[in-house]
Nanobody, 124 residues
Framework: QVQLGESGGGLVQAGGSLRLSCAASGRTFSNYASGWFRQAPGKEREFVAA????????RYADSVKGRFTISRDNAKRTVYLEMNSLKPEDTAVYYC?????????????????WGQGTQVTVSS
């Protein structure tokens, strides 16, 4: 029904910035909320940020609040995660997700579709 693909990950020094993109494709029949999650080695998948379909409302994990910004361009069917002041603790595989319902879900079991992930590595 919908497919998601992340891009923009890479290696960056602490204090640097990256912008991740999540492009959606395929047939959709309703609006989607979107989110970003990350999973570090040996850890559970962790909520990072979420945005409602219109882009008017956002939520952030406390660990990234003030450093990361989630946004979307519905004309391009793309969601972005701008990451600034990166820390080594931000190193993880980052996943985008979409939900074909209302709200701004912040738990992974509320999402219906997932991308394959993109690696972000922050060196100290």
């Amino acid at each position: 029904q919908v497919q998601l693909g992340e891009s923009g990950g890479g290696l960056v020094q602490a204090g640097g910035s990256l912008r991740l993109s999540c492009a959606a494709s395929g047939r959709t029949f309703s609006n989607y909320a979107s989110g970003w999650f990350r999973q570090a080695p040996g850890k559970e998948r962790e909520f990072v940020a979420a945005i409602n379909w219109s882009g008017r409302s956002t939520r952030y994990a406390d660990s990234v609040k003030g450093r990361f910004t989630i946004s979307r361009d519905n004309a391009k069917r793309t969601v972005y995660l701008e990451m600034n002041s990166l820390k080594p603790e931000d190193t993880a595989v980052y996943y985008c997700a979409a939900r074909n319902n209302l709200g701004i879900p912040t738990t992974d079991n509320e999402y219906d579709y997932w991308g394959q992930g993109t690696q972000v590595t922050v060196s100290s």
